[in-house]
């Protein structure tokens, strides 16, 4: 494990401007994840987590402070340039596993290596061995609505991986699923976690801690190290 | 890349049949009734182009009536005497002249058996000289040229029949006309001409029913005091002349207007408030295309209102979509996918749409049209154009399939760009919240 960042959150604020007054969903706060570690992000609801979220994985923009991701700053990033980020850098899996339900689980791995321009040849293969890895392959031809949820989340989790980004952001990754269900995604979760991948955990769970190397707390949108 | 979200556009459309199918069914139905009213209108033009090409194109009927747009000929004033058409003859650009003076009847009998008769309402007789069948374009199909001064008379073929096709009249056969006036006169039919081209629109100016001479069948006879000395005249209706070839008919016309409103007899007999009113085959052609103009703007009104609709159908559906798949939208943001491919995969589905819908409505058009134009032929021929061997022909106006398709194609894209730009500029954020 080395000592380089995958992120860094450097007193990053966000403010939102509501009819009356404003709202601070987050204040001041910085972090640091470590390439390689498996952090669980945990609050209650209104915490900022959601917030905080969605600034790491580039959908938002800090009112104040800056990201680094891959020691890259993201302040000064066009929307072009956060979509390419988005796509190269960060791995997304939903509490509703948000498969394109147009497409085939095959497909839907493709997606995001389409996005970025990954040549045809390869990103095929690339998508049916991740399916594969996932011990789903056989299911690559079925539309999302045909699978379980169990399974929909391990094609998403396919997806995330497909571009090999520097981290992924996993928002309640079990919420959806029973406790059994659940317990074999973050099985898999863990599995490319030893395999060298960055994860950001982001639940209310703590019994899902256990699979985690670190928690970082969220309070009333600034960080402390106790729940 | 972009054939990738082309095939992710059709794999989104076919994955919702129903609602892609009752969309195209609002662009086909658009393109076909355009297809079909073109197809109709084409053919139309075709056949009455064709009907035209039975009037001579060195023929110029003269008469008198009102110059306006289109000109009319009035058929009731009777006009031009002998030696106008003696003077008209003479002019450098002609070929022949032959007057004509239109008789009505109030009916035509034929006798049947001892005190038995077979009667007919109405008719007319052109009583004119033998150089009205060269002029018109006549051919005897049977029997000879009648005899000026003698009770005899040509009849057309389609006249042959006016008492049922059992009791079809023929040579030798013996009419009876009863004048306005009461009179009734004999009338030896020595010849049938041919009537094929009876049909034809002008068959009215160009096919007579039948032909007779002057004496004695035509009586308008008026006092002249012209030259001081009381004198009876024989004046005509119409005078139908034909130019040296087709590119003197101007010439000739102008010149047999220069006569006529010059020292002509004509121009003393007329009213003053009518004036000399020429047809000619390039006359006739500007009325066919004033028709046709018409049926053209029909069409283009047609073509504009239907796909307007279309084209509304199309943008309410894909904002309909476009709402519905918000959180998808959502999703391929947050996966990597630019703006600009999000506005791509919207606007290929309505451009898809509206294609498709183009050339299935071309199909349904042509099938459609061919459909209309046979109920349009029975129709003509039911008209009473039976003898005519001239039939509706099916005619497609390619222009039309070509423009239908590409105004498919841009309706299609048109009526995208605004969900599709909803689509793109959606905050990723709010649009992953969306339920």
Known sequence: ?227 | MISDIFTMSLDALRSRKIRTFLTLLGVIIGTGSVIIVATAGNSLKVYIKEQWNFFDPTGIIIGVGTNSKPPQITFTEKVFTDADVKKIEGLPHIKGVAPVGIIAFKKVMMKEGFLKWQTKQGGTMWASTPELLKVLDLKLVSGEIFHEGKNEVLISEGTAQMFGKDTSLSVGDTLYVQQITGRILKAKIVGIYNSSSESNILSKLTVPAMIGPVDPYYTTFFGSNVGGLLRKVTAYTILYAAAVDTESVNKAQVEILEYLNGASDANKYKDEKTDFVFITQEYIQERIEQILSVVNMFITAIAVVSLIVGGIGIANIMFATVTERTREIGTMMAIGAKRRIIMQLFLYQSAIIGLLGGILGCIIGASGGAFIIQILGNYVQELGFSTSSAHLPLIYPMEWFVIATISGLLIGILAGVIPARKAAKMDPVVALRHE
């Open chain 1, 1 to 227: 494990m080395t000592d380089e960042y995958a992120i860094e959150v450097r007193s990053v604020t966000k403010v939102y401007q509501s009819g009356k007054g404003e709202f601070r969903a987050l204040h001041n706060v910085s972090l640091q994840i470590k390439k390689g570690e498996f952090v669980a992000l945990m609050g209650r609801s209104g915490s900022g987590k959601s917030t905080l979220m969605n600034i790491l994985g580039c959908l938002d923009r800090p009112s104040s402070g800056d990201v680094l991701l891959d020691r890259e700053n993201l302040s000064r990033l066009t929307d072009g340039q956060l979509a390419e980020v988005r796509g190269k850098k960060i791995g997304f899996i939903f509490q509703t596993f948000n498969l394109v339900p147009t497409l085939n689980a095959l497909k839907n791995v493709v997606l995001p290596m389409i996005f970025v321009g990954v040549p045809k040849a390869s990103r095929e293969h690339r998508a049916l061995e991740l399916l594969r890895r996932m011990g789903i392959e056989n299911w690559a031809t079925h539309l999302p609505s045909e699978l379980s949820g169990g399974q929909q989340q391990r094609v998403s989790i396919a997806r995330a991986l497909s571009n090999n980004p520097t981290i992924i952001l996993a928002d309640e990754p079990t919420g959806n699923l029973d406790s059994k269900t659940g317990e074999k995604v973050m099985e898999f979760l863990s599995m490319i976690n030893k395999e060298g991948k960055t994860i950001l955990l982001v639940t209310h769970d703590p019994l899902l801690t256990r699979y985690t190397t670190r928690t970082i707390y969220l309070k009333d949108g600034e960080v402390s190290d106790r729940p």
